[in-house]
């Protein structure tokens, strides 16, 4: 199992026991805020995609007049001519203009002419466009609009001028220059602070590290996609064509795909729905889990019944903002019935198993039942998850080879998720000869087990049960609790080293199987002689319990020991704490307690949060104000030891 956790390092835990949650409540708010921002994210995305996509007729839409990347004006349209064909004439009339000018040397002037039939506007004594009603004035301001084009074209056309001149390019060469040496200085010292940050990561891994390196990662490609976007923008043709691809980028997300009844479905109005319905799903999950752990949880109803409460809030949440966030996209029903009945009659035909895959492994990605990393076993094949997609799902087996399964198998049938309890069980049998002493083999077999290893957990401690009788002899199972499922074949080669050095240490034998020959159907004098020439043991006799003393077997708690580990130098913070104006000395957070337990005594988080009430029961800690029991929250405890040393100094302070 070692090469599976080498090909899958970015998956599994790189400790054998579960990673402390260290600072739980704050992860726990940052957890929730990105969602939460993640949300909006998504909603003001979805707005500005609603948006665009409102039909228009192309009759009278207006187009603009674009010169060199650079966007002058709008113009309508005029008679039977188009807008899109005004502005094209008009484009391509400036750009004639400009390059006469190039070559003459001295830019382009606009200039207004009145006419019989409106206001005209030429270009170097050509005409360019003539004024209509649907440009935006009405015929009294037509002579206000035209000085308002002229001083646009006239403005746009300058500067396209001077970006042809040699003099231009040049200085464009230098800033482009300029701006990419300032980029890469901003490279180099994010990934100084990278790489200075990594190496805090390793020395002392926190949440936080995680999310400051995935910042500065977005930031060097923010650096590098200013600088791209500034180079774009220094030149005409390189704009030129930044323009035009985000143009064709707008037209393929704007236009129409089909029609949906009386509504017109774009890509725009696609992609804003299923985001939009993301953010439902993110915003519904995140009020459903709060639902559950801070108001369901009060009313001390069966856990049962809070996750049906939970499920049916969930699903209707979802199914009512679906329907709303579908009506406001402009989905008509009626059609959209008719369109998955005939849908449903195609895939009830011959798309019964893809779409069953399909819609499970929607599931799968979903509710999440397994995860990418995770040892799993559907059926007889057992090995990690490598990939969940679609309609299948890779996971890697000890062989090293890939096995691809339908993901309706994951859904429909039993799946053994090692890694979601959080805890492994590993077992080791053992067979000893009848006439061992029981209750001496126990004891040697459960010191075997307690020999200290890096992967066995302390709490719950290793176990011995005596099984069964068998006919080769007594059975014993030896049981050690682990994290790592991938650690398993490691811990038992460990458990069986350590059995056979302790039962050949306290002089116990391994049973042997007992090979009988019956002899009842030969001849009474050939029995007679055959047992004379070979004695056989037909029983075996009992075996002597060793003289020397049991093996010592440590206690699961030794409170004494933990609390004072707990209050040392390496122990919980232990300090003064304010809260709501008031001043609680010498306390300790709870969730640190349980972090510290699990790291120090490693122990599951179970099992800490157990040994801590633990602790609460026997009077070596309590609630500040005796109002909870132990739990895995910020709240405030103390030792009743400290408490009572603070006590003694103040009152030595008072006489």
Known sequence: MEHLKQRNINFLPSSSFPLPSSFKYVSKLQKYGFRLILALCICLLSIFLFSPVLAEDATSVKAPVVLNGRELLEVGPWGNITAQERATFITSTLESALAESIEQGKPPEITIEPSDRGVVLKVNNRFLVQLTEEDGLNSMYSEVQAQMWQEQL????????????????????????????????????????????????????????????????????????????????????????????????????????????????????????????????????????ILKSRFLSLTEADRSHQDTIAFFVQYGLLSIGAVLILNAGGVDFQSLAILLGALGVGIGFGLQNIVKDFICGLILIVDRPIKVGELVQVGEFQGLVQRIGTRTTDISNIERYIITIPNSRFIEGEVLNWNRSGITRVKTYVKLPYGTDIDFVYKVLLAAAQVEHPDILRHPPPKVKFRQYSEDGLQFRVVAFICDPLKQPKVRTHLYNQIERYLRKYGVEVARPQQDLHLKDLDPEIYAWLRSQTPVKYRPEPQETPSMEPPAIKEEYDWEAIATAMRGANGVSIKDRKFQFKKFKNVFFGSDAVEWLMIHERATREEAILMGQLMLEQGIIHHVLDEHNFKDEPLFYRFYNDEIESNLSTNSQTD
């Open 154 to 289: 006239q403005q746009g056309l300058d500067l396209c001028w001077q970006e042809e001149t040699p003099s231009y390019t040049s200085s464009a060469i230098k800033k482009l220059i300029f701006a990419f040496v300032i980029a890469l200085l901003l490279q180099g010292g994010l990934v100084l602070l990278f790489r200075y940050i990594l190496r805090q990561k390793i020395k002392n891994p926190q949440r936080w590290h995680s999310s400051q390196l995935l910042g500065l990662v977005l930031l060097q490609v923010g650096v590098w996609a200013t600088f791209i976007k500034y180079g774009i923008q220094l030149f005409p043709i390189t704009r030129a064509w930044f323009y035009e691809a985000f143009k064709l980028l707008d037209t393929t997300f704007n236009s129409r795909m089909f029609k949906l009844g009386e509504e017109s479905i774009s890509l725009s109005r696609i992609l804003a729905i299923a985001l939009t319905i993301v953010a439902l799903w993110v915003g519904v999950s995140w009020f459903v889990r």
